[in-house]
């Protein structure tokens, strides 16, 4: 299992971000998937969640009306759209898959909210 995360950087609040997560190794449109993500000093928490088929989405009460959780499953990808940002979403973003009783991670990506 691979989980490669792309799309974070440098953006001024307010602005907006799409990060992706490129999944292989598995059969990807069987799995529900999830974004986490950690800023310096505090526990790891979850962003959002969907289902295998796209059609359920969970949010973080933080986050909800100003980031979208999207999957592809032609092209075995995740997506998070993060509008409206603000100084407090700063952190390392990371993919997870749930599968049985593992939990595969991706490297993460670093947003940085800042003007």
């Known amino acids: 299992v691979q989980l490669v995360e792309s799309g974070g950087g440098l953006v001024q609040p307010g602005g907006s971000l799409r990060l992706s997560c490129a999944a292989s190794g598995f059969t990807f449109s069987s799995y529900g998937m999830r974004w986490y993500r950690q800023a310096p000093g505090k526990e790891r928490e979850l962003v959002a969640r969907?289902?295998?088929?796209?059609?359920?989405?969970n949010y973080v009460d933080s986050v909800k009306g100003r980031f979208t959780i999207s999957r592809d499953n032609a092209k075995n990808t995740v997506y998070l759209q993060m509008n409206i940002l603000k100084p407090e979403d700063t952190a390392v973003y990371y993919c997870n898959a749930p599968i049985g009783w593992y939990s595969y991670w991706g490297q993460g990506t670093q947003v940085t909210v800042s003007s």
């Open positions: 969907i289902s295998s088929t796209g059609d359920n989405t």
